[in-house]
């Protein structure tokens, strides 16, 4: 079965198609068919704004049908759009996703912070780790960031948090929504420490990749911190000759970096892992349950 799940991000417009397969009874394999990623940057008009330009406004048209051409050539069977953070906050969200599905057939669902912890919950990453392990999933996205506890393969919370890359790029991140993701972490947490980290987005995956460790081994955190470092004091042109970034990288870069590392200070995780999971993967996983129990 061949499914695609569209991410629609306060940086970027993502498009996963993925072929499920069973592999034996009660498993299934999903294979990535094709990925592709267009930094539409909604996030920067809607923080600033409160809306989304007609300019960008069209780019993003322009994207589904580019999107909905290569959903037909590789013959997909079912599919799901989500808009989060920017399209969430946009004044003219509901207006823009009607005019996209008249343009392309594409229904673009606003989904609440919530239900995008609840997706990207989706991906089952913590089910394959150790039973008597708490882990915090951090998902760092432009708008906003996601945060679920597992603990002995159950889950304790799903928070979200408007704290992302693009708001803290244009200083609308106050310090009170610092002080509150905070609290709330010191509090929920420390009945279940110690607790290791799993990261998720592209910026995180990005920084597991120039790190050249291997896959499966964690990030330790000093790391992090050292990367910080680094591309702080760096230019923007430096970060994209020294570490190879696209301009849409480069400056989201080091605001994800600060996220990360204050989260995982604040849980006391000395090492995050990174599997490469988004709520894209979440979105497809979801589709085919949705499908298999139609």
Known sequence: MILAAIDIGSNAARLLISEASIYKEGAVDFTKQNLVRVPLRLG?????????????????????????LLMDIYKVEAMKACATSAMRDAANGKEIIEEVEKET?????????????????????????????????????????????????????????????????????????????????????????????????????????????KEGKPLPLDLLRDYYKEMSYATMEERKHLYGFRDDRADVIVPALQIFISLMRWANADEIYVPKIGLADGIVKMLYRERIDA
């Open 105 to 213: 057939g594409i229904r673009i669902n606003i989904i609440s912070g919530q239900e995008e912890a609840n997706i990207i919950y989706e991906t089952h990453i913590a089910e394959n780790l150790a039973f008597n392990k708490s882990y915090l999933y951090i998902d760092v996205g432009g708008g906003s960031t996601e945060l679920t506890l597992f603990s002995k393969n159950k889950i304790v919370f799903k928070e979200s948090f408007n704290i992302g890359t693009i708001r803290l790029l244009h200083d609308k991140v106050p310090d009170e929504a610092w002080e509150q993701m905070k609290l709330f972490v010191k509090q929920n947490i420390k009945d279940y420490a110690p607790v290791e980290a799993i990261g998720s987005g592209g910026n995180i995956n990005k920084i597991f990749s120039i790190s050249k460790r």
């Open 44 to 68: 920067i008009d809607v923080f600033d704004k409160g809306f989304i330009s007609p300019e960008r406004k069209q780019k993003l048209i322009e994207t589904m049908k580019a999107y909905k």
